[in-house]
């Protein structure tokens, strides 16, 4: 029977691969196995997480980024979802007190657990070691004694006898209960590529494999003591971001593009627009040969280059978006959407595909990261998402390079401690085209919408 309490709980690592995220998934399984309604969320920018998340849930997961959202706003997204659910499970970015730069503080788990009010469990390995697993859990204490690490969970631990050695001298030498271990499992594993996981909507999920798994952490976690400790006696201040003009987009249809090729897309963004009036109506630029009716389009992140040739040889689809471009229809393009809007993409092995053409340039894919992390870009220019002067805070994250005659819209910057790490310039528009490889999420300031509902509503 569902809980009448709120639980909520940020499930950090000591370090990135310490089996967060399957964790995640499977404790996503126990609990819902147990009538409680889950809510899953996840620390940062990460698409491909949250993906999992809801591919294993049913329910989608939210992200929670103080960089790219203002606190009000987070603790507003935050709060919503959780008012329509008994339990959220928090799923942690990197390790504990890893952020934005060395500021432990600063966009890290422990910044937004200490944030929302809400206790942390701490993932450790238990592979290869006996009672330095205590030194490490004591580090990770006192390294902010004001953070409530309120259990530890046991990783990669299948003999109980090997279990039972790491309990005690954690709970002896670190006084905090240990909430039980995770075995391993061969048949429980999360693929990855370039970009990290492989997308949940690319592959065929057992949904019964993660049952299962489940199902056996309810017998190797105390689950009870984890709801007990998880208890939240107040949901933190915030409110949800208001849209400043909802008559602008009352009636509008927007063509969302999601396939295999484009899938990143916030989901608390599509909520908005949609609260706001805006009708989404998805489309396959892979499988479907022409847009459908709509007054603006999204081409969100994805793998474009993986789908190359298909994009390609989907010529009727590239001229339909031509049509649509040529007619003002205003059309945004991030990331993987605007490798696809550029009139051609050179994969990896260096063979060139045609694409859409609506932007003059050619996007070409490297073996290394061009460009990663957070940054603010401030426009130069009008555009469809800032006017002159205005920024937009986002996250950039991709292989390839778009190299172009088209003027850039944006002055970028990245800084890190306070010191400028990377100045750049990005983001292309022609007509009412707008490509760039920030990610943004629009519950920032929603009125950074306005200029692309109006070149919207321009139409109707």
Same mark, same amino acid.
């Given at each position: 029977?569902?809980?009448?309490?709120?639980?909520?709980?940020?499930?950090?690592?000591?370090?990135?691969?310490?089996?967060?995220?399957?964790?995640?998934?499977?404790?996503?399984?126990?609990?819902?196995?147990?009538?409680?309604?889950?809510?899953?969320?996840?620390?940062?920018?990460?698409?491909?997480?949250?993906?999992?998340?809801?591919?294993?849930?049913?329910?989608?997961?939210?992200?929670?980024?103080?960089?790219?959202?203002?606190?009000?706003?987070?603790?507003?997204?935050?709060?919503?979802?959780?008012?329509?659910?008994?339990?959220?499970?928090?799923?942690?970015?990197?390790?504990?007190?890893?952020?934005?730069?060395?500021?432990?503080?600063?966009?890290?788990?422990?910044?937004?657990?200490?944030?929302?009010?809400?206790?942390?469990?701490?993932?450790?390995?238990?592979?290869?070691?006996?009672?330095?697993?205590?030194?490490?859990?004591?580090?990770?204490?006192?390294?902010?004694?004001?953070?409530?690490?309120?259990?530890?969970?046991?990783?990669?631990?299948?003999?109980?006898?090997?279990?039972?050695?790491?309990?005690?001298?954690?709970?002896?030498?670190?006084?905090?209960?240990?909430?039980?271990?995770?075995?391993?499992?061969?048949?429980?594993?999360?693929?990855?590529?370039?970009?990290?996981?492989?997308?949940?909507?690319?592959?065929?999920?057992?949904?019964?494999?993660?049952?299962?798994?489940?199902?056996?952490?309810?017998?190797?976690?105390?689950?009870?003591?984890?709801?007990?400790?998880?208890?939240?006696?107040?949901?933190?201040?915030?409110?949800?971001?208001?849209?400043?003009?909802?008559?602008?987009?009352?009636?509008?249809?927007?063509?969302?593009?999601?396939? @295999?090729?484009?899938? +990143?897309?916030?989901?608390?963004? =599509?909520?908005?627009?949609?609260?706001? #009036?805006? $009708? /989404?109506?998805? %489309?396959?630029?892979?499988?479907?040969?022409?847009?459908?009716?709509?007054?603006?389009?999204?081409?969100?992140?994805?793998?474009?280059?993986?789908?190359?040739?298909?994009?390609?040889?989907?010529?009727?689809?590239?001229?339909?978006?031509?049509?649509?471009?040529?007619?003002?229809?205003?059309?945004?393009?991030?990331?993987?959407?605007?490798?696809?809007?550029?009139?051609?993409?050179?994969?990896? @092995?260096?063979?060139? +595909?045609?694409?859409?053409?609506? =932007?003059?340039?050619?996007?070409?894919? #490297?073996? $290394? /990261?061009?460009? %990663?992390?957070?940054?603010?870009?401030?426009?130069?220019?009008?555009?469809?998402?800032?006017?002159?002067?205005?920024?937009?805070?986002?996250?950039?994250?991709?292989?390839?390079?778009?190299?172009?005659?088209?003027?850039?819209?944006?002055?970028?910057?990245?800084?890190?401690?306070?010191?400028?790490?990377?100045?750049?310039?990005?983001?292309?528009?022609?007509?009412?085209?707008?490509?760039?490889?920030?990610?943004?999420? +629009?519950?920032?300031?929603?009125?950074?919408?306005?200029?692309?509902?109006?070149?919207? $509503?321009?139409?109707?």
């Amino acid at each position: 029977m569902a809980s009448t309490h709120k639980h909520a709980f940020v499930l950090a690592g000591t370090s990135s691969g310490c089996g967060k995220t399957t964790l995640t998934l499977g404790l996503l399984c126990a609990l819902a196995g147990r009538g409680l309604k889950v809510q899953p969320c996840k620390v940062g920018p990460d698409y491909l997480d949250t993906g999992w998340h809801q591919a294993v849930s049913g329910v989608s997961s939210c992200n929670l980024d103080s960089f790219m959202l203002p606190e009000p706003a987070l603790n507003g997204l935050f709060s919503h979802h959780l008012r329509q659910a008994d339990i959220s499970v928090i799923e942690g970015v990197m390790g504990l007190y890893d952020g934005y730069g060395s500021d432990p503080h600063y966009c890290s788990s422990a910044a937004l657990a200490r944030q929302l009010g809400c206790p942390v469990i701490l993932v450790v390995d238990g592979k290869a070691v006996s009672t330095s697993i205590a030194a490490t859990v004591l580090g990770f204490q006192q390294f902010d004694p004001a953070l409530n690490i309120a259990g530890v969970i046991v990783n990669r631990v299948n003999s109980d006898g090997h279990y039972q050695l790491l309990k005690h001298a954690i709970e002896h030498y670190c006084r905090v209960p240990v909430l039980g271990r995770v075995p391993v499992m061969d048949d429980v594993a999360l693929p990855s590529r370039h970009l990290g996981l492989v997308g949940a909507g690319e592959q065929t999920i057992c949904l019964e494999t993660w049952r299962k798994f489940g199902q056996l952490l309810t017998q190797t976690l105390d689950i009870d003591r984890l709801l007990a400790l998880s208890t939240l006696d107040q949901l933190p201040p915030g409110a949800l971001p208001a849209f400043p003009h909802p008559q602008l987009a009352e009636g509008l249809t927007l063509a969302l593009a999601r396939d @295999e090729a484009f899938s +990143f897309y916030y989901p608390d963004c =599509l909520d908005l627009l949609a609260r706001a #009036g805006v $009708r /989404l109506v998805p %489309f396959s630029p892979l499988h479907d040969n022409q847009l459908p009716a709509c007054d603006m389009v999204w081409f969100g992140g994805g793998y474009p280059e993986l789908h190359a040739r298909a994009l390609s040889a989907n010529q009727r689809m590239r001229q339909s978006v031509q049509a649509a471009h040529q007619r003002r229809i205003p059309i945004y393009g991030e990331c993987g959407g605007l490798m696809y809007l550029g009139q051609q993409l050179i994969t990896s @092995e260096g063979e060139p +595909f045609a694409m859409a053409g609506v =932007l003059e340039g050619v996007s070409q894919m #490297g073996a $290394r /990261l061009t460009r %990663f992390g957070y940054c603010e870009a401030t426009a130069r220019h009008d555009t469809l998402l800032a006017k002159a002067g205005e920024s937009l805070r986002g996250h950039e994250f991709h292989y390839s390079d778009f190299t172009t005659p088209l003027s850039p819209q944006f002055d970028c910057l990245k800084t890190r401690d306070g010191a400028v790490q990377r100045r750049w310039q990005g983001g292309w528009q022609s007509g009412a085209t707008l490509g760039s490889y920030l990610h943004l999420h +629009f519950a920032r300031r929603p009125a950074m919408l306005t200029g692309w509902l109006r070149a919207a $509503r321009s139409h109707l």
